[in-house]
C-alpha cells in the first residue's frame, strides 16, 4: 500500500485520472438518467482547474525543497508518519517544506468555512429541485465529505506544527524560494560623513 500510494505521489496524472473516475461514478449513482460519458466531460471539465492547481502547488514545492517528484513525496512520508529526517541537506529541506505549506494554509479556516457554505448551498438546492433519494444521497455524502475535510485539516496543521518544532527554519529563508532562500542577515547599511569617521 505505501508503495502505491508513493507511486500516485510522483504521478500526478494517475491520482487525477483515478479522482475523475470515482467522481463519475459517484455522481452517476446519483442521477441515473443521466448518460455516464455526459457525466464524466463535465467532471473532467471542472476538475481541469483543480488539476492546474495541483501542479502549480507541486512545481513549487519541488522548488522549495531543491527536488523532484520523488523528493517532495519522501518528504511527505515522513511528514506523514512524523519522521524526522537524519541527513542534514533532508533536514533543512524539510524546514522549507513546512515552512511553505504553513505559509500557504494560513488562511486555511476561512477556505473550510467556504466549503461549508458552498457546499449547504448545494445541498439546499438539490433538496428543493431533486427527488428525496437523491437529496438524501447528497447530504449524507456532503456532511461526510466535510467532516473528512475537517478532520484531515487538523491533523494536517498538527503534523506541520509538530515537525516544526523538531526542524526549525533556518534563519532567514523564505518559505518560497528553493535552497538557497536562505538569505544572510546583514547589517543595514549607513551613510556616514568624512567629519564622522575622523572623530
Known amino acids: 500500500m505505501r508503495r502505491l500510494n508513493a507511486w500516485l505521489g510522483e504521478h500526478l496524472w494517475a491520482t487525477i485520472l483515478l479522482s475523475v473516475v470515482a ?22 471539465g471542472i476538475s481541469a482547474a483543480g488539476a492546474g492547481v495541483v501542479y502549480a502547488r507541486r512545481r513549487k514545492e519541488k522548488r522549495v525543497t531543491g527536488g523532484s517528484d520523488r523528493t517532495v513525496v519522501t518528504l511527505e512520508e515522513k511528514l506523514r508518519r512524523g519522521e524526522v529526517p537524519e ?22 479556516k476561512w477556505a473550510l468555512a467556504g466549503m461549508f457554505v458552498l457546499l449547504g448551498l448545494v445541498a439546499v438546492g438539490v433538496a428543493v429541485t431533486a427527488d428525496p433519494p437523491v437529496a438524501v444521497g447528497y447530504a449524507v455524502f456532503s456532511a461526510v465529505f466535510l467532516g473528512w475535510l475537517t478532520w484531515n485539516a487538523v491533523r494536517q496543521k498538527r503534523r506541520l506544527r509538530r515537525m516544526a518544532e523538531a526542524v526549525p527554519d533556518p534563519a532567514g529563508a523564505d518559505p518560497d524560494a528553493g535552497p538557497a532562500g536562505a538569505r544572510p542577515r546583514t547589517r543595514p547599511v549607513t551613510r556616514t560623513t568624512a567629519r564622522e569617521r575622523l572623530s
Open 23 to 44: 467522481a463519475t461514478v459517484v455522481i452517476t449513482l446519483f442521477s441515473p438518467g443521466r448518460p455516464w460519458w455526459e457525466v464524466l466531460l463535465r467532471v473532467a
Open 87 to 108: 541527513d542534514a541537506d533532508e533536514r533543512q529541506a524539510m524546514a522549507r517544506l513546512v515552512a511553505h505549506r504553513q505559509h500557504a494554509t494560513r488562511h486555511g
